[in-house]
């Protein structure tokens, strides 16, 4: 048998290897191949096969890779010209991870690699540049220590601190070569002290070393907790990159960076990206130093800054997409490390979406694949008023947009805490780290005075929509005092701050955000928007309705696109302060003939609310769902009847007592021990068929009013929620058609009677209950609750967490459909109640009908329409357009063929 | 188009028609086939469409049946010689209901049509017996106006016993042609008052207003009660039949009777029944009068005894089954009125299978399709203490067998309020009418003052399994008073009375109720039933395990025939009084640490019950569950602990206060809103390992032990419940391995792990999940809450009632499987299963495992085995014997082909 190849030079990659070299290898292979091999550094990629296998094999490396690293090496000496490890000329590489995703700064990287007490002198000898080699060696210890052997950060940033002032200096660079050479002294007792070892001379063992441990960072606590929010799972496992270095630190003609092909916060085609000079990568990125700005680059190395922006486009137009990349220019030689499809906040990727298509470099199925559909809806959020008055206190980096205010906490544990009290704040750090992700998810919005775009925190805020302004240099932050200073104002935790990440303001007013549809900074975005939207609209066949039970809710996402309500949930009308007390009497009522006068009472407000809906709808086609929660929903808890009735009886208002005692009778009689199970929906219809008689007198007179008012019918479909049996709605059914005899509308001309699908019975007997159905919209939340027997309400808090731990789950099942069971049991649903009537009506109206995963899978079930809340339709018109791309019609599942 | 025939003459009729005709009319031909035209009253049937188009017109008679009538008449009355309403010699014929299956009582019947004013006159002349002539006219309108025009039954009692008072006689039979006469008149008066018309003389309107009569009677209140009760469809409708008049009231030389062709109560191969010399058919079943025993007719009407003897025998070998026949002697000449098989009591049943088979009259197979699987229960049933000391206050007709006892009630409501409460009661009435069977649900027993064994209450006991004593002349009720006495003993409502429905015995001690494996009564019994337990063991395919808990139950099911344990709920064992503070100690732990210390005082307990477990199921298998409940089901309820609460701190005992508070608090976390669909089973193993480890160690302990004790090692299978996911049961499934490793087992040899299928995902995803499983068993009662969305406390209160109302259900889902929707997805399950593992063991273990028309479904989809509480077991034996004799093992579904 063949031995395994887990390593391939640079030279014979190609970028469709992303799963077997990970990211970050296949792009450098390919950059090779297409830039030529002088414009990148050569080196080698060790496979995620071979993580893998040593994951597998409880961290031994496998069979025959030290064997093929060995040959790599001796490869890439042979084409560098130099040996690892010489002590006249060393070579020196870097060993990076590269997993199939990007996962930014979770996982370990070593620099310098190759540097020993002996070749350092030699690079120094080579270079003429000893500074450069004993920073080199310096920064190599250091990192070696850090990430290879755990040597703690903090203990490594002390010795630099202490050093700094001993030597009365206060930057890094203003360090001499005696300087260097006693900290890579005092780094090395270090590195013993805590090791119990002498730091490795030997460069073979400084690189399986750091192979192993970029093998190790895979399943490190940070890259777990990155991957469980980021949904990577954990068996693809990261590849390692080992490259020639260059040196961006080599004095002032070179310099390290990132750029971008196209502005990565706006998306204006103009190139963008920050650079240090002399100094390494990771100065750039870990925010520690403040940038400049890469256009600043065309005065200093002008010659390597054009041939940058030429290589940009070349990028670009290679990969159709915008760019992320990181160079070095070493000796005014420009070197390109990595290129990858730039992360980019939603209006970036709506101006990169128009601008391609506009350039010709895309088509417009090719642009809307570009979109991460998810994140459009930053779009719709609010800004600061420009016209309110407050006082800017600075200005930060605007890395990523959208304003955000609420209490300042300091660390990310307070600020998951906070969220947990329903509390909205604001996260404000120095700078950010791995750690502090959960504190992302938590907070409004992330506030740090150092770092720029391409900073830990700007990237990840980018990630999760979530505003963010960064390198805001006015402010300073105490974080053991818990409290940050910005000009002239103290921020102690839990005052307000506000943040507007599209322009980079910090306040401490309470300034209103307004919504970016009145908002004139977004206006050419929101215009874009709409052309991206118009696209998707062309090339999608998924309809696209909203759930709303308001005027207010319909007028808002028919402008957001709506193309009618899929879900109007008539209970919600009830809780309203005015008719609570009505519909409380109506559940109190002794008698058939005391709760039909209660109804009496709620049926022309019910009314009234219907004809609003209607109106806001005209043309469009309206679903309204009979009412569906227990009717102790609409009671008030046994807590509170208790006390009050307690008080009531301590304050002699006996009569109160005896009324509130009838109350707490009906509560109990009414309370179930699991009413998700319980008299339910057209369970209640049938027990109670005068409120489902109430209901539809109410619309029924409402689409009479509005038609004669009008001139418009409404397009009225009635639906029957948790229907588990045929006769279940075909009683319902008929109940309705006998009311709307009373208005003189005739069923399949003026109004449809449908039903949900919400019940695993109803998906396995949809043959026969279409047989009583217009249509069915198929209710996931419910058909998840009783089909994976999960309550959300029980579950999301508890057993999440666990299930995704331990990897049952990957995220929650009412965040994206669960495909196998109940997308299965919804596919059985579909094909059933198509195999009675072909063209029967199919909609999805649980939440998972705005999730763009879900919607991929709803458009390759066959459904017709999903429905959503409103702000989720525009995200959804474009999911359903990328599915459409994706999955061509005629490839669909789902329609009937027999 | 060719009319339909909705009429067919008896002599072209045949059993097979029983659909078209209804039993009784299908019978009728089928005997008038076979015993000659000359031995059965000839007729004609109104077939069961016709009453079903009637019902569709609402109410009014299908084309071409009147017709069809009249033409059927003429046949009659040509045949017979005679005209209906010859004022000389007329033609009298009976109107009876006839559905497919027999509803006794439930539907109208009327005799002697055809009299009027007129033709009475005429039957007197003919027949020389004026008194026949004016009795028979009598009950004509007395049953015409009662049954076809809704004069109320007491008005006409009023009537007869006001004239019997006036005439001072005692006995209907006291009264003279003068008197009869005088109650033809007054009825007519009683009619003419009711109905606002006088009786009508023309005999075909008479003919009319019965057969819509019997129709109507269809969707009585009465009939649509028993239907609903007994799962008959309301849309089968009834047929009518039309049949010359035979005469048992002619005098002495006439009778009619009911005789069944062996004992219907001991199932003895002796010929039984009832008869009444001078009197109609209606006279025996009321009950009214008490009968004569079938033997004393061998002395009144020797040949006619004789000849009935021989038809008897004759039926029963055509039928090959007992028959339950009525009959009429008229002057000396036998008529056989009707036949069908004989409704009959667990014994009798089991006795006649045995003999049947020992007569060669049928084979094993045969005979065990002869048997009711349900029913058999009873023979597992107590009856007194012979040994006990107690006064028989009187003795009345062992009419259903076993004894009851409880407190006295006297109405059906109190009954049924009385069982609401929780009550044992027995149901005391003189006689018993269909209004009253929501009472015999109710009740332990019920004991009549009238009537015989083939009167209503014998019926309806016998078919219910409920002990019945009948026509117990000693018994007085006074049931405007709430009374009765018997002998010198008053029965006041809520006194005790038992009853011994095997021998009739009545008493109003305390009498103990024995086992019947302890009743020297039963012992022949109890043999024959293990015989034919015995061929349904030969016969069957399916196995039959128990759910059991404890060894006492084990054994119990053991000794009636489980094949190991299919189901042992381990939450069962912390509910008992020594492990509940443990139980809630461990769940009161702050942490896992002191979780652990309240698990190790629990593991030795839980070890103690295993290994009793595993010595009472020696050499067979057991199916442990681990813990499924959520773990506040073993706190106590909130407001208890509240007003324990609020006693602490009235007593000022503020330690307690505190203590409580905590316990509050901690019932307040584990709160579900859904705890059915919530922290429970595999989930609880997942967020609490250490619980299920502790199970896991108690298991294998006792295991070891019980092996090296006994020198026989358990068969165990450990279960996992609730999983819906593959990666549950993987991981679990590891952790039970790993646990059984430290005690030396290994899986597949010493044990199995297997998997609860309850969710409906986990139907979906079976094949992956029998990845990790060595058998599945189906939990058909989760399943059924979780596939048809009903929470079964929720639901069969509230909803079932109504739902078997509006025809939605025949009966709860949770007694007997739903086929299309629950058990659709077993077989899913199931087929997915074995596709991944060919041999896969599949059990259910829901209480459907119990119920007869499940266990044929689980036989049918190729299910392993059963698993049911211990006195389930013999009746899930028969079932099984009776689904394999049904469906041949080639047949079935369910097993995977690829």
Chains 1, 2 share one sequence.
């Not at 800054?305 to 990349?325: A, N, P, S, V």
Request: proline share 4%; aromatic share 6%.
């Amino acid at each position: 048998m063949a031995a395994t190849t887990w390593v391939q030079d640079f030279a014979d990659g190609r970028r469709e290897q992303r799963e077997l070299l990970g990211g970050k290898g296949a792009n450098v292979a390919e950059m090779t191949r297409i830039l030529g091999a002088d414009k990148v550094p050569a080196g080698f990629t060790i496979t995620t096969e071979a993580c893998v296998a040593y994951m597998r094999g409880e961290r031994t490396l496998p069979d025959g890779l030290e064997e093929q690293v060995a040959a790599a090496l001796a490869r890439l000496e042979e084409r560098a010209g130099r040996r690892l490890g010489d002590p006249q000329d060393p070579l020196l590489v870097s060993v990076r991870s590269g997993a199939r995703e990007s996962m930014p700064g979770m996982l370990d990287t070593v620099l310098n690699l190759g540097l020993t007490d002996a070749s350092v002198e030699g690079l120094a000898a080579r270079t003429s540049n000893p500074r450069f080699a004993w920073d080199s060696y310096r920064r190599f210890v250091q990192m070696y220590g850090n990430v290879v052997k755990g040597v703690p950060g903090e203990a490594i940033e002390e010795e630099i601190a202490r050093l700094k002032r001993e030597q009365g200096v206060v930057l890094d660079t203003e360090l001499d070569v005696a300087a260097l050479q006693e900290l890579v002294t005092r780094f090395k007792g270090l590195y013993e002290r805590t090791t119990g070892e002498a730091f490795p001379q030997d460069p073979q063992e400084q690189l399986a070393g750091a192979i192993r441990a970029v093998f190790d960072s895979w399943t490190g606590d940070r890259a777990v907790q990155y991957r469980r929010i980021n949904r990577i799972p954990d068996d693809w496992g990261t590849a390692v990159n080992v490259q020639q270095m260059v040196f961006g630190n080599k004095g002032d003609t070179s310099c390290s960076g990132v750029a971008f092909s196209r502005d990565e916060v706006t998306g204006e085609p103009e190139p963008s990206g920050d650079f240090l000079v002399n100094a390494q990568g990771e100065d750039v990125v870990s925010g520690v130093r403040n940038t400049q700005d890469l256009a600043a680059m065309a005065q200093v190395m002008p010659d390597a800054h054009d041939e940058l922006l030429e290589i940009l486009r070349t990028l670009e137009r290679h990969y159709g997409d915008m760019q992320d990349t990181e160079f070095t220019v070493e000796e005014g030689r420009l070197y390109m490390l990595q290129t990858r499809n730039a992360k980019r906040p939603a209006q970036a990727a709506v101006r990169f979406a128009v601008d391609a298509v506009d350039e010709g470099l895309l088509d417009r199925s090719q642009a809307l694949l570009t979109l991460d559909a998810e994140g459009l809806e930053t779009l719709l959020h609010p800004t600061f008023d420009r016209s309110a008055d407050y006082r800017v206190l600075g200005i930060g980096v605007n890395a990523s947009p959208g304003a955000a205010k609420g209490a300042a906490v300091f660390t990310a544990e307070e600020a998951v805490a906070a969220a947990a009290r329903g509390e909205k704040v604001i996260l404000v750090r120095p700078f950010t780290e791995a750690d502090d992700v959960a504190g992302f998810h938590a907070a409004q919005g992330i506030l740090t005075s150092e770092g720029g775009k391409a900073s830990h925190a700007a990237l990840v805020a980018r990630g999760m929509g979530k505003p963010c302004v960064c390198g805001a240099t006015d402010l300073q932050v105490d974080l053991p005092g818990h409290v940050a200073r910005i000009g002239d104002v103290l921020i102690r935790e839990g005052d307000l701050v506000a943040i507007n990440g599209t322009t980079g303001e910090i306040t401490t007013d309470d300034v209103p955000l307004v919504e970016p549809s009145q908002d004139p900074a977004m206006a050419g975005v929101l215009e874009r928007f709409e052309t991206v939207l118009g696209w998707a609209d062309e090339l999608r066949v998924l309809g696209v309705r909203t759930n709303a039970d308001t005027p207010e809710d319909a007028a808002k996402a028919r402008e957001l696109g709506a193309e009618g309500i899929g879900l109007c949930r008539t209970e919600h009308m009830f809780m309203e302060a005015d008719r609570q007390p009505k519909m409380r009497r109506m559940i109190m009522a002794g008698d058939e003939a005391e709760r039909r006068a209660a109804l009496e009472e709620l049926r022309p407000l019910q009314q009234a609310d219907f004809e609003g809906l209607f109106e806001a709808m005209t043309g469009q086609p309206v679903t309204i769902r009979l009412l569906d929660p227990p009717l102790h929903e609409f009671l008030p808890k046994k807590e509170e009847v208790g006390e009050e009735l307690h008080e009531a009886y301590a304050a002699k208002r006996y009569h109160r007592v005896g009324v509130l005692a009838d109350v707490l009778e009906r509560i109990e009689t009414l309370s179930e021990a699991n009413p998700m199970l319980g008299t339910r929906g057209v369970r209640l219809g049938l027990l109670y068929p005068e409120i489902f008689e109430m209901q539809a007198e109410a619309i029924f007179a409402a689409a009479v009013a509005v038609r004669s008012r009008t001139g418009s019918a409404p397009k009225l479909e009635v639906m029957i929620p948790l229907v588990g049996y045929e006769r279940e709605l075909e009683l319902m059914r008929g109940f309705v058609v006998a009311v709307a005899d009373r208005h003189g509308l005739t069923i399949g001309e003026d109004y449809l009677v449908g039903t949900m699908i919400e019940l695993p019975r109803a998906c396995f007997l949809a043959d026969s209950i279409a047989d009583h159905a217009d249509f069915f919209s198929f209710g996931t939340n419910d058909l998840t609750q009783t089909g994976l027997g999960f309550s959300r309400d029980d579950i999301e808090g508890k057993i999440l967490a666990r299930y995704i731990e331990f990897k049952v789950l990957d995220r929650s099942p009412f965040e994206t459909i669960d495909t196998p069971g109940v997308g299965q049991m919804l596919r059985m649903g579909a094909w059933l109640g198509r195999k009675t009537k072909q063209d029967l009506k199919l909609g999805v109206c649980g939440e998972h009908g705005g999730d763009p995963d879900s919607i991929a899978f709803f458009h390759d079930s066959g459904i017709d329409y999903v429905s959503c809340s409103p702000f989720r339709v525009p995200i959804a018109r474009v999911a359903a357009a990328q599915a459409a791309i994706r999955i061509p019609l005629g490839e669909r599942a789902g329609r009937a063929t027999d």
